[in-house]
């Protein structure tokens, strides 16, 4: 199976999240064409090779953001140019999709590992949907996983989690001509000083400090009215040195308008850079180094099971016009999956 040839078909086919069937379809037409034995479950597929021992997971994602303006080649149009794919998608992340599926069929082709692999690949990643989340409540726990991203190839050992927090700071209002009431907006404004004052002093080996910044503020209605709301949007990138409720408490303390938690689930995650999957990582790929990865993944509902993040391509292309993968980039990221597959259950003994 051609792997720059399954590229272009997936890019070509639109899968924006909540779209993903068709991509689905295809990935698993492949797998069965490999003399798998695919599955579905919604718009995700998986399929397990190998039994016995060890289950290793391999998930990537076949969802894409929409394709945007600013192309100057057509984004489904799957075009080769100067060995490179270009289209919605082939960064992120249906070249790992289909490094995968390959990496696992060559390790696997002959002197088979001891152990079991699950590839799954995944829908609504881009959104942070229900797919791997999902999927996983579906599966035997995995002993460690892969999530496929591109950084190419070097294993992140650590993810920034998400935690969104209102603060509504309230006044009273009056007329604007004559003065009077409390202005809200004034409030808030003291507050989003007093969260510029607000330290961290737990840096994490891989991902540092989190970090904190206000996004959005929304308040009054009509010129002339003295507001007595004001809604500030605050955006946190969390690290495991901190529980989201820790830092909720410290900006209830500096802040004087009410904080509610929006949203906690998409906590940070990491793993120990000892563990077998990230050894297995690092030499399947001599020379890289593990990092921290400061954007969100599907990583998030492996909390608790030995991950690595790694896949081909550069997240910098990711979600951009003219997003593309070269052909090179693809063809390590099959022989990378291959190696770390095969290193993985040699360290783990299976």
Same mark, same amino acid.
């Given at each position: 199976m051609n792997a720059g040839e399954l590229l272009r078909d997936l890019v070509r086919i639109p899968s924006e999240s909540g779209q993903e069937?068709?991509?689905?379809?295809?990935?698993e037409e492949a797998m069965a064409a490999l003399g798998w034995s695919p599955r579905r479950s919604g718009r995700n597929v998986y399929a397990f090779l190998g039994s016995g021992g060890p289950l290793l997971l391999l998930n990537s994602h076949t969802d894409t953001v929409p394709a945007?303006?600013?192309?100057? /080649? +057509? +984004?489904?149009?799957a075009v =080769?140019?100067?060995?490179?794919?270009?289209? $919605? #998608? &082939?960064?992120? &992340?249906?070249?790992?999709?289909?490094?995968?599926?390959?990496g696992a069929a060559g390790a696997f082709a002959s002197d088979a590992p001891k152990g !079991?692999?699950?590839?799954?690949?995944?829908?609504e990643e881009e959104i942070l949907g229900q797919g791997l989340e999902s999927l996983v409540?579906?599966? +035997? $726990?995995?002993?460690?996983?892969?999530?496929?991203?591109?950084?190419?190839?070097?294993?992140? =050992? &650590?993810? /920034? #989690?998400?935690?969104?927090?209102?603060?509504?700071? /309230?006044?009273?209002?009056?007329?604007?001509?004559?003065?009077?009431?409390v202005n809200a907006i004034e409030a808030a404004a003291h507050d989003v000083l007093a969260l510029g004052r607000l330290s961290f002093d737990r840096s994490h080996p891989a991902l540092g400090l989190?970090?904190?910044?206000?996004?959005?503020?929304?308040?009054?209605? $009509?010129?002339?009215?003295?507001?007595? !709301?004001? !809604?500030?949007?605050v955006d946190v990138r969390t690290t495991p040195d901190y529980e989201p409720e820790q830092i909720?408490?410290?900006?209830? $303390?500096?802040?004087? #308008?009410? =904080?509610?938690?929006?949203?906690?689930?998409?906590r940070s995650v990491?793993?120990?850079?000892?563990?077998a999957i990230v050894q297995a990582a690092l030499a399947a790929n001599p020379g890289a180094r593990p990092y921290g990865s400061p954007t969100l993944s599907d990583w998030i509902f492996l909390r608790g099971i030995p991950t690595v993040k790694a896949g081909p391509g550069d997240s910098r292309r990711s979600h951009t016009p003219d997003e593309y993968l070269g052909l090179g980039e693809l063809e390590e990221g099959v022989r990378f999956y291959e190696r770390l597959i095969r290193s993985y259950f040699e360290r783990v003994g299976a």
């Open positions: 069937d068709a991509a689905a379809s295809r990935v945007g303006e600013g192309w100057t /080649k +057509p +984004p489904l149009g =080769v140019e100067d060995g490179k794919v270009y289209g $919605r #998608g &082939a960064n992120d &992340a249906k070249g790992c999709v289909v490094a995968m599926l390959l !079991r692999v699950c590839l799954g690949f995944t829908c409540a579906e599966l +035997p $726990r995995p002993d460690a996983a892969v999530v496929g991203e591109p950084t190419g190839l070097a294993p992140a =050992v &650590a993810q /920034k #989690g998400l935690l969104v927090l209102e603060i509504t700071a /309230k006044g009273r209002a009056a007329h604007a001509a004559h003065g009077g009431g989190p970090s904190l910044a206000v996004t959005q503020i929304e308040g009054g209605t $009509r010129h002339n009215v003295i507001p007595d !709301r004001c !809604r500030l949007v909720v408490a410290e900006v209830g $303390r500096l802040v004087k #308008g009410e =904080v509610v938690v929006r949203s906690q689930r998409l990491d793993t120990d850079p000892a563990s």
